[in-house]
């Protein structure tokens, strides 16, 4: 049973262009979540969904931030017109939904030049 | 708002047990959770502990959880450098608030001296 993942690894990006990172959960997992670690900080939640309903996103940002888990395919998170302070690491995770335990992917390096 | 706190550091000589070190703000936390990350890598999950109970032990690792003060702790026996790595503590809240969201300490960077 492959684990949780997450493409590209690493992303570079100019300020002002688009981040798109992709996470594909555990099979049989149908709820996922969002996380970001800013450097030298615990990871802070951003957004949990489940197969094409946003569930809870009370820690993404209001503006440029979206995320999206659709019927088929991965969960994408998706980041507008970047800036230096979007420059983290993004780590999803999955669960079954019957209990609490997620699983992490190994995250994807955003570095926004 | 829910907060988790460890502290920064944990230094030690290899073959010494490790006790790292959390405490949490929510009393409603239904699971509380130990991870850890290897440089530029994700998060494995260590262990977890339901808050009805006071300890688990799993080989090497024991978690004791003080409900009543809100601590938790990990305690690794005879560590080795493999063990060198950032822990992290956090707590989910409870079935009946439905928040699923992990509240995450800053994490203890345990650095082990051979």
């Known amino acids: 049973n492959a684990g949780v993942m997450q493409n590209p690894r690493h992303l570079v990006r100019r300020r002002g262009q688009e981040a798109r990172l992709r996470c594909s959960p555990m099979?049989?997992?149908?709820?996922v979540y969002w996380y970001r670690q800013l450097p030298e900080e615990g990871l802070k939640f951003m957004v949990y969904?489940?197969?094409?309903?946003?569930?809870?996103e009370s820690g993404m940002p209001k503006e440029r931030f979206s995320a999206e888990f659709p019927k088929e395919g991965p969960s994408i998170l998706r980041i507008q017109q970047v800036v230096r302070g979007d420059s983290a690491a993004y780590f999803c995770?999955?669960?079954?939904?019957?209990?609490?335990?997620?699983?992490f992917g190994p995250g994807t390096r955003l570095t926004v030049l | 708002g829910e907060d988790v706190e460890q502290s920064l550091f944990l230094s030690v000589r290899e073959g010494d047990s490790s006790v790292i070190n959390c405490t949490y703000t929510?009393?409603?936390?239904?699971?509380l959770y130990w991870y850890k990350q290897e440089p530029g890598a994700g998060l494995q999950l260590l262990t977890y502990?339901?808050?009805?109970?006071d300890m688990k032990q799993d080989q090497r690792l024991t978690v004791l959880l003080n409900k009543k003060d809100k601590h938790l702790s990990l305690r690794i026996a005879d560590t080795q450098t493999g063990d060198s790595a950032i822990y992290f503590c956090?707590?989910?809240?409870?079935?009946?608030?439905?928040?699923?969201?992990?509240?995450f300490g800053s994490g203890t960077r345990l650095q082990v001296q051979p």
């Open positions: 502990i339901f808050s009805n109970m």
């Open positions: 099979k049989g997992h149908s709820h």
């Open positions: 969904l489940q197969k094409e309903n946003i569930i809870d």
């Open positions: 956090a707590e989910s809240g409870s079935m009946d608030t439905g928040r699923r969201a992990l509240t």
């Open positions: 995770a999955s669960s079954p939904g019957q209990t609490d335990t997620q699983y």
């Open positions: 929510d009393s409603s936390s239904t699971y």
